[in-house]
């Protein structure tokens, strides 16, 4: 649903919430550009209603999983609305926010920690936020939220020696409060004011850090990746990764919801897959949805497509699942390719040394580990395999090609031949 | 009077004297009988200071871990919190006082911040109405701990990120705290020099903080004559190469602190004639490791190729020793050979306890995985295909090796070639973060701020420079009868400890050029001492204080370069933190919270 700017006036005007409003002061144009970034997000927020219940995070106040967030966050915005309308245009004054943000735990039944405690915490991407903004100066609005669900709340709090930047720190916060109120849990984009106002006091940034972890009290959060900020500045790479990262949550999400019902007996899963890295994913989906058609979303395929993943981790991770699962018919086609003259051939990009190592690993019988060892190129690691994993027969066809009677003698020896 | 301590040329006995005084003061400034509820963290380095036996003189009769919720029931008038200035401290402690309080038990509360009160922390309990709870609100400075002879540190965990990550100075202003209180004790030190950023600011402060005490002089005979400051960051290679003395390796495999090593106990079981199958003991075996055990002095510092020597000859005069028995024929002898006879069990059992660990670490150090890891962790020291992507890494990456193990490796390698190269660095970046997961790109990313793991610059590789000129590769290495520290790490001279040597012959001025090539200026200060009192031109004493950990094999080389000649520089080594290459990295490490699923 897209809404045509005009709509965007009914939105703010019509919404419960009018405790807050951009527009009429001009010490806040500055705002304006959050305004219309908050704006562009508010269309693709109204995809909330597609999107499956089970994919939002319910927590309580104190982090149990009761209703959702939205809900809680109506009903404190609900009790705090008295305070709110007193208040002037524009930031509001310092004594309401004392009362709402006070820091101490007690008492505070808006505190901003209790709101978000239980929600899925990233910290560490926020952290990294928080490093990027100090170095980075210029600042790019360009929203791609991809799916922004509900929760995705990003917001510093700054810690300055003056009494004044004290206050504006206060004032900020209930700015949150109030943009939290206005999105009904939606995207905050408000937190653009405070990387602004960080971008001049970069030392203070490091500072704050520093006591956000001594304060602990309000944090640094940011719910499920999904719901990135790409609008921060990301180095080019980085900014890969963390795109892979959602991307991964999504695929993972949607993975636990099918699968193979007598693999999964026959197997039971120690964990779930979420918020395991990609390969462990691959090793996962190797073992649970082999065979599945690349268009499937748990198939191997796929998610090598997907995440770009090399020939070599896949045939490792792959290798090691289905070895896991004695499946040895599968484990030799990983290796069957046609050549150009139409015959079939053994190949791997990795030494074939190691696959027989994996198999031993997992316990192959030694026929199959014997079937391996014989398309080792290097005779000497071919024998030395052969060695290590008894495979007599093969030691003495190698030793002999080669002369090497010793070898024979020693293998017979063992084997109590002669 | 703690007997590890006086066997250096300088006692370190002093400085622990003088921090059991202020404790001492400070229970008895709350009079009457007490319970201690201890801050976890500090119950370590407390008891390198003081015993319980010194508390029950002061009336201490019972102690608890601080927790939340209530206190334990204790029949006493006052209750101490032993506590770091921490926020969340704050919040226990005023639930515990609160909880108190309410059961009416009419107690006298005190406080005692170690290291120093804060702000912050006071404003916190007035927060939650505990403040005026509280009669005595004190500081116990706790800077530099003596771990040994010639051992001081300040165990501050977080002091190389603080400084080099976070920008924060805290712990070096509390290095230079220390080292006023080490120049009350043992007078000022005339000569500084120093090598790195924070070794500059060290020595501003401790400057800065004499010109504060202008005019009282202090009369006593300095017993350190040159204090030398290094920046961790000057040497980043030594703290990731596996460390090879013996004590390198227990910390390395089963950690070292505050002077303990837990050990896993199967072998500790003493084997008794006649006792069937025992039930294996479940607990870790504890050792304490320090130079008042006789054994372990000696063989401490040396290779672990040459412990077993060592072992096997004194295995021999134990026995010899008991065997004298059957010699001692008049009352007299056996007398004699009685009263020796305490002496020589506890030698004994030193040495069944050091068998065992020796055996413990050969398992490690003969297997596979080990002889592969120090093979490329040579490699990469002698400069070898330092800027191609390593198989062993990979493989070890593929087959899901413990993550520090990799960024161990990994950041050799960058720091041996100055920087990976751009398709390199991405490579591995990419395959660490597939197999352990996304939420490394923090730590990746720490590691590159602390210079760990960076790209490679235009700028030429330096390091084949500095190993040329300094000397840091020795091939002819001799581990059972060294004769230089490269012995340490087997053939690798730690660039810190060589530093130090050539800062006292030579002089610094021969390496210029190298010493311009690695981080942060190096200069020198010289402090005023009182007319009367001068230097010495031999049996020199230098303090050497690592701004950022220091590691054992560090340790053991500085230790050697004192004893290799008459008459020669004797050295007393401090740090910020007693280091290895796993805690070290992993202070670097960000944690992610757990999910609530």
Redesign the interface.
Same mark, same amino acid.
């Given at each position: 649903m897209i809404r045509g700017k005009g709509d965007e006036e009914d939105y703010w005007n019509s919404s419960k919430f009018k405790a807050f409003t951009f527009d009429d002061d001009d010490e806040f144009s500055q705002l304006k550009e959050s305004k219309k970034a908050v704006n562009s997000i508010q269309t693709l927020v109204d995809d909330d209603d597609d999107d499956d219940e089970d994919d939002v995070e319910k927590?309580g106040w104190n982090?149990e999983?009761v209703g959702s967030i939205s809900l809680s966050i109506k009903e404190t915005a609900s009790r705090n609305r008295m305070s709110a309308t007193d208040q002037e245009l524009g930031f509001p004054k310092i004594e309401t926010t004392m009362q709402n943000l006070s820091?101490?735990?007690?008492g505070s039944n808006y505190s901003l920690s209790s709101l978000f405690k239980?929600d899925?915490?990233?910290?560490?991407?926020c952290?990294?936020y928080c490093?990027c903004v100090g170095e980075i100066p210029s600042r790019h609005f360009a929203p791609e939220l991809r799916k922004p669900k509900s929760h995705f709340f990003l917001f510093f709090v700054m810690q300055t020696y003056t009494l004044e930047d004290f206050r504006a720190l206060r004032d900020k916060m209930l700015l949150l409060d109030e943009a939290v109120q206005l999105h009904n849990g939606n995207v905050i984009t408000a937190v653009k004011i405070l990387f602004r106002e960080l971008e001049s006091r970069q030392v203070a940034l490091?500072?704050f850090?520093?006591y956000l972890k001594?304060?602990?009290e309000l944090k640094l959060l940011n719910e499920l990746l999904k719901y990135a900020v790409f609008s921060l500045p990301f180095s080019a790479?980085?900014a890969g990764?963390?795109q892979?990262?959602y991307t991964?949550l999504e695929r993972q999400i949607i993975i636990e919801k099918t699968g193979q019902v007598e693999v999964f007996k026959k197997n039971p899963r120690k964990a779930?897959i979420?918020?395991?890295?990609?390969?462990?994913t691959l090793y996962y989906s190797c073992f649970y949805h082999y065979g599945e058609s690349e268009g499937t979303y748990s198939s191997p395929g796929s998610i090598k497509k997907t995440?770009k993943?090399s020939d070599k981790?896949y045939l490792?991770t792959a290798l090691g699942a289905r070895a896991k699962l004695k499946a040895w018919k599968d484990v030799d086609s990983l290796f069957v390719t046609k050549n150009w003259l139409g015959y079939t051939q053994k190949k791997a990009p990795i030494g074939f040394h190691?696959v027989v190592d994996i198999l031993h690993k997992n316990n192959a019988p030694d026929t199959v580990i014997q079937e391996y060892i014989c398309l080792v190129d290097d005779t000497d690691l071919k024998l030395n395999l052969a060695m290590k994993y008894k495979c007599h027969d093969i030691i003495i066809n190698v030793s002999t090609d080669f002369g090497c009677f010793m070898c024979v003698c020693e293998c017979a020896e063992v084997i109590k031949i002669i | 009077m703690a007997a590890h301590l006086s066997y250096g040329r300088v006692n370190l006995n002093v400085l622990r004297e003088a921090a059991r005084k202020e404790l001492r003061e400070f229970l008895d400034r709350c009079a009457g009988s007490k319970a201690i509820v201890w801050d976890e963290y500090l119950t370590g380095p407390f008891g390198l200071i003081a015993q319980y036996s010194l508390l029950k003189e002061h009336e201490v009769e019972k102690m608890f871990t601080l927790k939340p919720g209530s206190l334990p029931p204790a029949d006493v008038k006052n209750i101490i919190f032993f506590v770091r200035p921490?926020? +969340?401290i704050m919040?226990i402690i005023a639930g515990n006082v609160k909880s108190e309080v309410k059961q009416r038990s009419h107690r006298d509360f005190h406080i005692l911040f170690v290291p120093r009160r804060s702000l912050?922390c006071e404003q916190r309990l007035e +927060?939650?109405g505990v403040l005026g709870s509280f009669i005595n609100i004190d500081q116990y400075i706790l800077d530099l701990i003596p771990y040994d002879g010639d051992l001081l540190s300040m165990e501050s965990e977080s002091a190389f990120r603080e400084c080099y990550l +976070?920008?924060?100075q805290t712990s070096l202003y509390h290095a230079a705290k220390g080292l006023m209180t080490l120049q009350a004790l043992y007078g000022t030190i005339p000569q500084i020099y120093g090598k790195g950023e924070c070794a500059r600011h060290v020595a501003n402060m401790m400057l800065r903080m004499k010109r504060e005490f202008a005019g009282s002089q202090n009369q006593i005979l300095p017993v350190f004559d040159t204090l030398l400051l290094l920046d961790r960051n000057v040497d980043l290679l030594t703290p990731l190469a596996t460390q090879l003395t013996y004590e390198g390796l227990i910390d390395e495999i089963y950690g070292i602190t505050n002077g303990y090593a837990k050990l896993p106990p199967e072998k500790f079981i003493q084997k008794k004639q006649g006792e069937g199958g025992k039930d294996l003991p479940t607990e870790p075996k504890k050792l304490q490791l320090n130079s008042a055990e006789e054994l372990y002095a000696e063989i401490r510092d040396k290779n672990f190729n040459a412990v077993g020597a060592v072992l096997s000859k004194k295995a021999k005069i134990i026995s010899a020793a008991f065997e004298e028995r059957h010699n001692a024929k008049t009352v007299g002898e056996i007398k004699q050979f009685v009263s020796q006879l305490p002496h020589m069990q506890a030698a004994r059992s030193s040495l069944a306890n050091h068998t065992s660990i020796a055996e413990l670490i050969k398992d490690i150090t003969t297997s596979e995985a080990f002889f592969d890891n120090l093979t490329v962790e040579q490699e990469f020291m002698t400069g070898v295909d330092t800027d191609k992507v390593n198989t062993y890494i990979e493989?070890c990456i593929?087959q899901?090796d413990p993550l520090i193990k990799i960024l161990r490796l990994v950041c050799m390698q960058s720091v041996c070639n100055n920087g990976l190269k751009q398709k390199v660095l991405?490579y591995y970046?990419r395959e660490i973060?597939?197999?352990?997961?996304?939420?490394h790109?923090?730590t990746l990313?720490n590691l590159e701020?602390a210079g760990l793991l960076k790209l490679q610059t235009n700028a030429r590789n330096n390091y084949p420079t500095i190993r040329k000129t300094l000397k840091l590769w020795m091939d002819d290495v001799n581990e059972q009868n060294p004769n230089d520290i490269s012995y340490v790490y087997s053939g690798y001279a730690p660039l810190s400890v060589r530093l130090a040597q050539i800062l006292v012959r030579p002089g610094w001025r021969s390496i210029e050029e190298v010493l311009k090539m690695l981080p942060g200026p190096h200069f020198e200060e010289r402090q005023q001492l009182p007319s009367g009192l001068h230097k010495k031109r031999e049996n020199r004493t230098t303090l050497i204080f690592f701004l950022g950990g220091v590691t054992y094999a560090e340790i053991a080389a500085l230790r050697f370069l004192s004893q290799m000649e008459e008459g020669g520089t004797e050295y007393i080594i401090a740090s910020t933190k007693l280091i290895n290459g796993t805690s070290w990295i992993k202070s670097l490490m960000?944690?992610?919270?757990a999910?609530?699923?």
């Open positions: 927590v982090g999983p820091l101490s735990k007690q239980g899925y915490i990233h910290i560490y991407l952290q990294y490093e490091r500072h850090i520093h001594e304060m602990e790479e980085d990764f963390v892979d990262h991964l779930a979420l918020d395991m890295p990609i390969i462990t995440f993943l981790q490792l190691k | 921490k926020l +969340e919040d912050l +927060e939650q +976070e920008n924060d493989d593929a899901k991405d970046k973060l597939q197999t352990y997961g996304y939420e790109i923090l990313n701020k960000d944690k992610l919270e999910p609530p699923f």
